[in-house]
Nanobody, 125 residues
Framework: QVQLVESGGGLVQAGGSLRLSCTASDHTFSNYAMGWFRQAPGKERDFVAYISWSGGRSTRYADSVKGRFTISRDNAKMTAYLQMNSLKPEDTAVYYC?????????????????WGQGTQVTVSS
């Protein structure tokens, strides 16, 4: 079983930046696609971005974050990242990283088998 631990959340002003990290407990990390999802209070969990396992490093983003967020990974460090720039108050949510076993990635949260505990991101106006 792979354990995922997110870090890097916090409070930032609108227009600012944060980088979230998601570190895995197992070197099989490189076999999984990694995704980021977020959940705002009273709302459903939404897809943010994913990156495929290795070859080609296919990525995909939600329209709401395209051009502002960048997902990346360092398999040697067993860590995935979400660089968030030009943050808006509507980006406020708990952010979760997750691992998907096909390695290709998905926008559907139910296709992810391992989840982190979440990290709070709050963007003030």
């Amino acid at each position: 079983q792979v354990q995922l631990v997110e870090s890097g959340g916090g409070l930032v002003q609108a227009g600012g930046s944060l980088r979230l990290s998601c570190t895995a407990s197992d070197h099989t990390f490189s076999n999984y696609a990694m995704g980021w999802f977020r959940q705002a209070p009273g709302k459903e969990r939404d897809f943010v971005a994913y990156i495929s396992w290795s070859g080609g490093r296919s990525t995909r983003y939600a329209d709401s974050v395209k051009g502002r967020f960048t997902i990346s990974r360092d398999n040697a460090k067993m860590t995935a990242y979400l660089q968030m720039n030009s943050l808006k108050p509507e980006d406020t949510a708990v952010y979760y990283c997750a691992a998907e076993s096909s390695g290709l990635g998905s926008v559907r949260d139910y296709e992810y088998v391992y989840w982190g505990q979440g990290t709070q991101v709050t963007v003030s106006s």
